[in-house]
């Protein structure tokens, strides 16, 4: 399964297998195989490459707090509407990335590389459970790099393209 998450506030990539007790897991350009065993709920111990480490899990308000040692890291992991939506957020500074917020199949791309857009634009049509969905810039700007091409299936949080 593929996710987005925010580790504080770094914005990944990951996408995990789970055939119990091993899970296998892609974050960004890097692979894991790492097994798994909950010990107590919320603590769980990772044995990867002859390494052992005690991960600790606390659900809070906007997500989990993750403990391994001394560290302790804020996560939180969107779903693709909360994705979009954060992607869609009026005034973006930099590059705003267009996300799928659903699986589904692009019907229609309605720019190219280069086109000039304004904030809310109709950029392309999605296709997920029988309807057509119109995803929108988020931004006034540049069509940066497509992601994605007509007639392509895609997952909830795949990159569909970027505004510059």
């Known amino acids: 399964m593929k996710y987005t998450a925010l580790v504080g506030s770094e914005k990944i990539t990951l996408e995990i297998e789970d055939s119990k007790p091993t ?13 798994i065993q909950e010990v107590e709920p919320g603590v769980f111990w990772f044995n990867s490459d002859g390494q052992s480490i005690e991960v600790t899990v606390v659900a809070n308000r906007d997500g989990y707090e993750v403990r391994v040692g001394n560290r302790r890291v804020d996560l939180e992991l969107l779903d693709g509407r909360s994705v979009l939506r954060r992607s869609n957020q009026p005034n973006h500074d930099g590059i705003a990335e267009l996300i799928a917020p659903m699986p589904g199949k692009v019907v229609k791309i309605l720019v190219e590389e280069g086109t000039s857009v304004e904030a809310n634009q109709a950029l392309l049509v999605i296709e997920a459970m029988k309807m057509q969905n119109e995803m929108r810039s988020p931004k006034a700007g540049t069509i940066g790099a497509l992601g994605v091409r007509e007639g392509m299936i895609v997952n909830a949080g795949d990159l569909l393209l970027s505004v510059d």
């Open 23 to 35: 899970v296998r897991a892609r974050i960004e350009d890097r692979d894991y195989e790492l097994k």
